[in-house]
């Protein structure tokens, strides 16, 4: 609930009062805030995830504000863990729009994993910038691997499972979330046909055999 000094007067509501719209973007970044603590885990019945989290170690870094799509015919991962979180972009970036300058994002943590024909793509505006690699007989390799999306979908399959775990109690990937978030756990997981769309991506060690890197008129 505001406080007496978060009410303003009539005259501060004006059009012509600069103030009227920073108590609103003020508002809507305080909504998002809140919506980490109701981010929920869902695993529909057909196999498709949709995965609930903020990355192992959370984004170090300011977010340019430009989703890019990544996808893999399969994922398999030991050690895994998500939970809510925000990302934020830099001072003053002209991708904010009206979000405030902060994302609502779900990140997934695989403390390791193995990737089967990753496509990553990021649209430029008419054209896009694509990554390839692992499409040989080498496959992709990565180590304390986070993701912080908005969508993601496949078929998904989790070994010893823990769903509603305190995100501050994680123990599978290595990291801890914030208290009194929700998140979930689990030894294992496998998800075919993934696709993301993400906003950062970090790793502790990142193998990209077959590396391709290319322009292209359409993403992955």
Not at 151 to 164: C, K, Q, R, T, V
């Amino acid at each position: 609930m505001a406080s007496s000094s978060d009410v303003t007067s009539s005259a501060d509501s004006t059009p012509g009062n600069p103030e009227s719209g920073s108590e609103e973007r003020r508002g809507r970044v305080r909504m998002r805030r809140a919506a980490v603590m109701a981010v929920p885990a869902t695993l529909v019945a057909a196999g498709l995830a949709v995965l609930t989290a903020q990355g192992a170690l959370g984004v170090q870094f300011a977010i340019s504000g430009m989703p890019f799509t990544v996808t893999a015919t399969d994922l398999t991962g030991t050690g895994f863990e998500q939970f809510g979180s925000l990302d934020n972009m830099a001072e003053g970036s002209p991708n904010a729009g009206d979000t405030g300058g902060q994302v609502l994002v779900v990140t997934s943590a695989i403390k390791n994993a193995t990737l089967t024909k990753l496509c990553q793509s990021v649209d430029l505006g008419g054209t896009n910038l694509k990554i390839q690699a692992g499409s040989g007989s080498q496959k992709v390799q990565a180590t304390d691997l986070t993701t912080d999306s908005t969508e993601l979908s496949g078929n998904a399959s989790f070994d010893n499972i823990e769903i509603g775990n305190d995100a501050s109690t994680l123990t599978k990937a290595g990291v801890k979330g914030p208290i009194g978030v929700f998140s979930q756990q689990a030894d294992t997981v496998r998800i075919a046909n993934l696709r993301q769309v993400n906003y950062a991506t970090t790793a502790g060690v990142f193998k990209l055999p077959g590396l391709k890197l290319s322009f292209s008129s359409s993403g992955c």
